[in-house]
């Protein structure tokens, strides 16, 4: 008898020194309190939402630019939240006092941004 004839008539034995998981998974369940039904379709719609999220890929270059250059994220943030309120004019001369700026005067002046976009 051939390997897939054992498996389709049963009787493939498996030896107890196997690696397989000794769970015998068609035992029967058996719940003590069955009048109490568990809802856990929130607990499945946020692990959806999560998976969804981190395999975004807008959202993974958000995390990691985050994590590598946090002055530069945090100016890019700064700067999203000011565009609606500045002329182009004004905006490009922002944009372009922060390029010449060194990381010590650059991360004051983005602190002193953060603040006053509050």
């Given at each position: ?27 029967p369940i058996s719940i003590t309190n ?49 565009r609606p309120r500045m002329s182009a ?30």
């Open positions: 008898m051939s390997f897939e004839e054992k498996i389709r008539c049963g009787v493939l034995e498996i030896s107890d020194n196997s690696k397989l998981s000794k769970i015998d998974h068609n035992l069955t009048s109490q039904v568990l809802d856990r379709s929130a607990e499945i719609k946020s692990l959806l939402g999560d998976v969804v999220k981190h395999s975004n890929q807008n959202y993974a270059a958000a995390v990691t630019k985050a994590k590598t250059d946090r002055l530069a994220w945090r100016k890019d943030k700064v700067l999203r939240a000011m004019d004004r905006y490009t001369d922002i944009c372009k006092a922060l390029a010449k700026l060194d990381g010590t005067d650059l991360n004051e002046a983005v602190t002193r941004l953060e603040t006053e976009c509050r």
